[in-house]
């Protein structure tokens, strides 16, 4: 079978029903068959309608699901299509007030057009040019950024210069005041995670302008960097009993120091992937309450075996080139492809000649809440269809298109 990239597949109609599901009631078959008791149960669900109540009896399975059905699918962004309407933004796009930012938000085609990569996660593609200056706000929704290309840049963090370089992570805090400044000849691009679908589904996004255009430039800069102290930055996988309300006091992870740690792991360890976390360095605790941030290094001709875990994961290709099964479908990726793995979707990974992957996900609020869980599955899932990103015609306008290939081995 090969994959159909159709809206409708898009919108999840090609997924396998759930084991033993059925259709919810039709009130027409459950009623009465005297005609009076059917008019009477018409006229009900005509009242209820009326006044705005819903009966539960109706829609209790689709509530209720046996497992997590997320209305987000997965799906893969390429680099060559990113960095091509960036530059075209670049051109075309100024930075400033209103619009406040030159940023493309993934869309996730699960998603009825929002504007979001997963239902609780932002994923983008920010892109600032030579001189530029994208002017300092504050919002409720936390946000990180992870350095893809370029340099010449900081971001200046509650009056905390914090010089950019790709590989590096930069947390912009709920609301802590943030802007982006350039002293380059070139461009940068970086990727943009934060909370703000999460944030709005609690009816809590608040926004505010900085006074000023932007923060002043004080010296020194980088001042989170000895402020925060000596104790770890990562932790070996991941965070999994640490919580706490305050977010890292370290603004800024280096790659040169992720790079060291994934090689110390990675020499420590036979498996297929190693995986590090970043963490506040004072508590142990995920970098931000609602986000966590984390690398993978995939090992030369590796692959890992299938997991399902709850909360959903937005992953960007850092370094290399390999590919993903994500329920049944086989995703090719290489640097700068960005792709979403939805919760309690089964995800296997695998690399012939070894990558770095970033990643940002909202575990830290599952586990707040105590509904995280994970179960790993002891073989390779079955390949259904292939996934074949969107692709830009000549005429400038984007085009999906759909595979025709057949499902490929992994």
């Known amino acids: 079978m090969t994959l159909d990239n159709t809206p409708r597949a898009r919108a999840g109609e090609d997924r396998v029903p759930d084991p033993g599901r059925e259709p919810a009631p039709d009130p027409a078959e459950d009623s009465a068959e005297d005609p009076s008791e059917e008019r009477e149960l018409a006229s009900l669900y005509e009242d209820l309608a009326a006044v705005d109540l819903r009966p539960l009896w109706t829609v209790t399975r689709d509530l209720l699901p046996p497992t997590p059905r997320p209305r987000a699918i997965p799906w893969l962004w390429s680099a060559g299509v990113l960095a091509e309407l960036a530059g075209r933004a670049l051109r075309l796009i100024p930075v400033e007030r209103g619009g406040e930012?030159?940023?493309?938000s993934l869309g996730?085609?699960?998603?009825?057009g929002l504007p979001y990569a997963a239902g609780t996660l932002w994923g983008a593609i920010q892109c600032l040019g030579p001189g530029e200056t994208a002017p300092a706000h504050r919002h409720s929704p936390g946000a990180i950024r992870f350095i893809l290309s370029g340099d010449g840049v900081a971001t200046t963090v509650d009056g905390d210069v914090?010089?950019?370089?790709?590989?590096?992570?930069i947390l912009t805090p709920s609301w802590n005041w943030h802007d982006h400044s350039s002293a380059s000849d070139g461009p940068m691009l970086w990727f943009d995670g934060l909370d703000l679908p999460m944030i709005e589904a609690l009816d809590?996004?608040?926004f505010e302008p900085y006074p000023d255009f932007r923060q002043p430039d004080t010296d020194p800069h980088n001042r989170s960097e000895t402020a925060a102290g000596p104790g770890p930055r990562y932790v070996d996988g991941a965070v999994r009993d640490v919580l706490t309300t305050a977010h890292s006091p370290l603004l800024v992870y280096r790659w040169p120091d992720t790079d060291r740690e994934l090689a110390r792991l990675a020499a420590a360890s036979g498996e297929p992937m190693v995986s590090l976390e970043y963490v506040n360095p004072e508590t142990g605790a995920s970098v931000m309450p609602t986000l966590s941030c984390g690398m993978h290094r995939l090992r030369?001709?590796?692959?890992?075996?299938?997991?399902?875990?709850t909360g959903n994961s937005v992953?960007?290709?850092?370094?290399?080139s390999g590919s993903s099964v994500i329920d049944g479908r086989h995703f090719d990726w290489s640097a700068g492809d960005m792709f979403v793995v939805p919760s309690w979707a089964a995800a296997e990974h695998a690399s012939a000649d070894g990558a770095d992957l970033f990643g940002i996900g909202d575990s830290p609020v599952l586990r707040a809440l105590g509904v995280y869980r994970e179960q790993p599955l002891d073989a390779p899932q079955d390949v259904t269809g292939v996934f074949v990103p969107a692709q830009l015609p000549r005429s400038g306008s984007p085009e999906t298109?759909?595979?025709?290939?057949e499902p490929v081995s992994t």
Do not use: I, K
């Open 162 to 169: 914090c010089d950019m370089h790709p590989g590096d992570l």
């Open 401 to 405: 298109v759909a595979s025709d290939q």
């Open 204 to 206: 809590a996004v608040f």
């Open 108 to 112: 996730n085609p699960g998603l009825d």
């Open 101 to 104: 930012r030159r940023v493309l």
């Open 315 to 320: 992953f960007v290709v850092y370094q290399g």
């Open 300 to 309: 030369p001709g590796a692959a890992t075996l299938p997991l399902r875990r």
